[in-house]
């Protein structure tokens, strides 16, 4: 963003930061060239490094389980590569076949640190070609700027690259990647986390929003507060009832007999699939609930389960059977928690009219519910043969329930922060009240 802004500083040196024959000094020049490395050669790169961060660290685990669970006795390193590779693959919508049965659920802890890559690598390189194109009044007489475009195109399609070479190179006739979905994935992560970051370091994304209506800014500010506060809410219910049952979770590592190797692996693993569990609370919290396998349903009014696989996350499940009356009233959740994020953020952008609280936080809340909506149709899949192969939130009854119930709330929540604010307001601008005392 500085690069886009007029350079005033004046160089008081005499010595090695003297005057270019420009005018510039050195520092300055320095600066520019920073700021104005090739673009083409720039956004490739850094898009085979988002790919290749996430991978790389993806086989180092693959090698490392494979040699800590038979201490390298059976099979040879590269098994151990393409494991770590599959589940590279895996987090990019890859479903891959295991023994002949296909498993399709993506861990969203491997997809939630490719966007966190990607999101880094792409600030950076907005940052290091933040100088080409027009500068800040040049985007604002209304030159051309295909800065961002281009460099977004290259990026995109240098981290699609990357990511089917890994998949051509992983996949096997037993294992069958679909190196389909791995190409969706991959345009669809990269763009939605590449873009917005080059923007905002090219310093595109500043002048831009000078420009957007401020309600816009505001509805997509208190969309964020809310899917926010309302992950910290699926995640301090999930370890709620995670750790009311944790002895059920110990009971069944004992079960599965794996040594100290083997469990870390295990744990590794659990912690990976938290965010597809935080999606499955979610959809409980909002009533639906989820499946754990072909007829059966998780929801606040019904536990119905069967058989299920020894894995420790599962200890989080309540019993089956009728459920308590109380687990009827955790439906309220979602509005008060979307109330909550509402109020934060309109304390950033307050507003002093109710029908602009209304809005903001109504509009924002529903589209927050869309985003979690989406959010919980990719954590299920197909994860077993038979009846596991349907587990996941109720999709359909969790995007129509929480559109309805993140509109509520923030439309309450928009009205009460509106109505303290306003409240707050009159009481500062009130002169204070003379006392008899203060007259004599």
């Known amino acids: 963003m500085t690069s886009l802004l007029p350079d005033r500083g004046t160089d008081r040196d005499a010595g090695p930061r003297a005057c270019a024959g420009d005018g510039r000094s050195t520092a300055s020049l320095g600066h520019d060239l920073r700021h104005r490395r090739p673009l083409i050669l720039v956004a490739a790169i850094a898009g085979s490094v988002a790919a290749a961060a996430t991978l790389v660290v ?28 599959l589940a590279w693959l895996m987090a990019h919508g890859s479903g891959v076949r295991v ?16 966007a966190w890559a990607i999101w880094r690598t792409a600030s950076r390189l907005g940052d290091s070609i933040s100088g080409h194109g027009p500068d800040a009044d040049g985007i604002a007489d209304g030159q051309r700027d295909w800065t961002v475009p ?45 873009i917005p970051a080059i923007a905002i370091g ?50 069944l590592l004992s079960q599965l007999g794996t040594d100290a190797a083997g469990t870390s692996l295990l744990l590794l ?88 609280g209304a809005l903001f936080g109504c509009a924002g809340g529903m589209i927050a519910g869309v985003g979690f909506a989406v959010l919980a149709a990719v954590a299920g899949g197909r994860v077993g043969p038979g009846r596991m192969s349907d587990v996941g939130p109720l999709v359909g009854p969790v995007l129509v329930h929480a559109i309805t119930a993140f509109g509520i709330g923030g439309l309450i929540g928009g009205l009460a922060i509106t109505w303290w604010q306003r409240r707050a307001t009159i009481r500062a601008c009130e002169p204070p009240t003379e006392t008899v005392e203060d007259t004599l």
């Open 269 to 356: 693993v659990s912690a990976l699939l938290i965010p597809n569990a935080m999606s499955f609370s979610g959809a409980y919290l909002l009533g639906p609930g989820f499946t754990v396998g072909v007829g059966t349903l998780v929801s606040p009014a019904q536990v119905t389960v069967g058989a299920l696989p020894l894995f420790p996350l599962l200890a989080a499940l309540p019993d089956p059977g009728p459920t308590p009356g109380w687990t009827l009233w955790l439906v309220a959740v979602p509005p008060a928690v979307a109330a909550l994020g509402v109020a934060r953020a309109l304390r950033r952008r307050p507003t002093l009219r109710y029908d602009e």
């Open 99 to 114: 023994d002949g049965v296909l498993v399709t659920a993506i861990p969203l802890g491997i997809t939630a640190a490719c």
């Open 58 to 85: 993806c086989l180092a685990v693959g090698v490392t389980g494979w040699f800590l669970t038979d201490a390298g006795t059976h099979g040879a390193p590269r098994d151990g590569l393409r494991t770590g590779a």
């Open 150 to 194: 281009a460099a977004s195109m290259i990026f995109i399609a240098a981290y699609l690259a990357t990511a089917v070479f890994a998949g051509t190179l992983a996949g096997t006739p037993a294992t069958a990647p679909d190196l389909g979905h791995v190409a969706m994935w991959s345009i669809a992560l990269s763009g939605a986390f590449g």
């Open 202 to 251: 090219s310093g595109r994304a500043a002048v831009w929003s000078s420009w957007a209506p401020a309600g816009v800014i505001s509805t997509l500010t208190v969309c964020r507060y809310v899917l926010t506060t309302w992950a910290w809410a699926c995640a301090a219910f999930f370890v709620g009832a995670l750790l009311l049952d944790f002895d059920t979770a110990l009971n």
